[in-house]
């Protein structure tokens, strides 16, 4: 990291947002995006995986919660 006396402040210190800021922000974004993703896409093949691996309701239950 570069030794300028902006860099030892902690982030909630900046008077105002920074790169640093929208870079955190920017990489929260794209991790919800693949959660949120990942989440609806089991949905959509929840009931393939059930009929294929013979699930029943309480191992789908288990299988979501894991």
Avoid: Q
């Amino acid at each position: 990291m570069a030794s300028d006396s902006g860099s030892t402040r902690f982030l909630n210190e900046c008077e105002r947002p920074d790169r640093r800021h929208f870079t955190i922000l920017g990489m929260s974004w794209a991790g919800w995006v693949f959660d949120f993703y990942d989440l609806m896409m089991f949905s959509f093949l929840l009931v393939p995986i059930s009929k294929t691996l013979e699930l029943d309701a309480t191992a789908l239950s288990l299988l979501l919660g894991a």
